[in-house]
């Protein structure tokens, strides 16, 4: 069923609420994938721009949220595509000298945490970001990226496992033990 | 071999997302009931999720969009983003050319002096980038050439919008263009500087001052979105 009928607004309204309640989310999304808060807003604006662009794409509003984060994915595969880099962890050092976290007693923790996220690789890190920040399905993140659950499972177990590494300071349970005691439970 | 050892770590990750249907969950509760160490995986796993959620609950802003606030940051990323700002003008021009008819595009590329006719009703908003005076004062002569080509009873509205370079049109110790600007907004022309780009030359020192007649309050881009959202028409300089 069309959006617009669905809640008897019209299709501009209907939009116009879904980028002003999505924009926080976007932008925080953007930022954890980038850690640099100018190419996120600017990533969150060229998705917005594509969204107004495509409104018209969009049929289903149960879909809106997924379909506007998954315009943002987009929006970073093309930029790191045109600039043909990565986002390494290096970058990711200047941006703890400009973001002085004063809101937190645990300002350490949180730039640990963050430089932590940023050294994973990116689609790893999109995965565990979409899960864990904004609590997505799997199914939902493999909508939003274009893959298969299956990835996005293997995805979010690796990024996971790294970051248990790098703040838990634990190694992999895999690396502790013999392999043939890793079973999965059908 | 201990109960734990069957769980895979997909299955705790699929736990802790709420991924499990509800027999599954019961399951490995239970499991972790009787197994310290696969409780303790599963702590240690919450426990990274929730400083990850943590990190990320206060992120710096840059400017927003359609709250109004405006929160300062650093020079991160300053010369990408100003990169890629011109990237997305760019396309925004680019997909507005090609969304725009002949007939709702005054002037089509209007540093090519193209001279077709607007329709009346219609309200514009002028994107200046360039620091050129050239530039500027094409803008300018733009938003004349709008407010005169206006139906008689049918006010046309029109906005320049400056950023980048451009905003020097605005700075009002670097304008060639007061006087014009003040004539234009006496004609109900509004001038809207970039926030975002003020922000940026203040933060290399520059002090920013604008002629009275400008207002800031979003970034260009920001401002664009608003008015095309609004149904205006977009013309980049």
Redo the contacts between chains.
């Keep these: 069923m069309a959006y617009k009928n669905l809640f008897g607004i019209s299709q501009r309204r209907a939009f116009r609420r879904l980028v002003t309640n999505n924009r926080e989310r976007l932008y925080r999304m953007a930022y954890a994938w980038t850690s640099d808060p100018h190419l996120a807003d600017d990533l969150v604006q060229q998705t917005l721009l594509k969204a107004l662009k495509n409104q018209k794409q969009l049929r289903d509003f149960a879909a809106a949220e997924g379909w506007l984060f998954r315009i943002l994915a987009n929006c970073l595969t093309d930029y790191r595509r045109a600039k043909r880099e990565l986002l390494s962890a290096d970058d990711l050092e200047i941006v703890d000298r400009v973001t002085p976290e004063h809101q937190f007693n645990d300002e350490q923790l949180v730039r640990r945490v963050r430089r932590a996220v940023q050294r994973l690789p990116i689609n790893h890190r999109q995965v565990v970001t979409l899960v864990d920040l904004e609590e997505f399905s799997y199914a939902s993140v493999a909508q939003i990226l274009g893959i298969p659950v299956g990835t996005v499972m293997s995805r979010l177990c690796r990024g996971r496992r790294a970051l248990r590494e790098h703040l838990l300071e634990m190694k992999p349970r895999e690396s502790s033990r013999p392999a043939t005691n890793i079973k999965r439970v059908k | 071999?201990n109960k734990d050892?069957?769980?895979?770590?997909?299955?705790l990750?699929?736990f802790l997302?709420?991924?499990l249907e509800s027999e599954e969950r019961s399951c490995l509760f239970n499991e972790a009931e009787l197994s310290d160490d696969l409780d303790q995986?599963l702590c240690?796993?919450r426990?990274?999720?929730e400083?990850?959620?943590?990190?990320?609950r206060?992120?710096?802003?840059?400017?927003?969009?359609?709250s109004g606030r405006r929160t300062r940051?650093?020079?991160?990323?300053?010369a990408?983003?100003a990169c890629?700002?011109l990237?997305?003008g760019f396309?925004?021009g680019m997909?507005m050319r090609g969304?725009l008819e002949p007939a709702q595009y005054p002037g089509g590329n209007a540093t090519a002096g193209n001279t077709q006719a607007v329709t009346a009703m219609e309200n514009y908003i002028l994107h200046v980038i360039s620091g050129e005076p050239e530039q500027m004062g094409l803008a300018l002569q733009k938003a004349e050439e709008l407010l005169s080509t206006a139906e008689p009873g049918y006010p046309r509205q029109v906005e320049v919008v400056a950023n980048e370079q451009g905003l020097d049109l605005l700075r009002s110790d670097v304008t060639p263009f007061s006087k014009e600007i003040r004539a234009l907004a006496n004609e109900n022309v509004i001038f809207y500087a970039c926030s975002k780009a003020i922000q940026r030359l203040e933060e290399k020192g520059v002090e920013v001052q604008l002629v009275p007649e400008a207002i800031t309050r979003y970034?260009a881009?920001?401002r664009v979105?608003i008015r095309?959202?609004d149904g205006w028409q977009y013309i980049k300089i």
């Design positions: 071999m050892d069957k769980i895979s770590e997909e299955q990750n699929a997302d709420g991924e995986r240690q796993q426990k990274l999720k400083l990850v959620k943590h990190a990320y206060d992120v710096p802003q840059p400017n927003r969009l359609l940051t650093g020079l991160v990323g300053l990408m983003a890629l700002l990237v997305v396309t925004t997909f969304h970034s881009l920001d979105v095309m959202k």
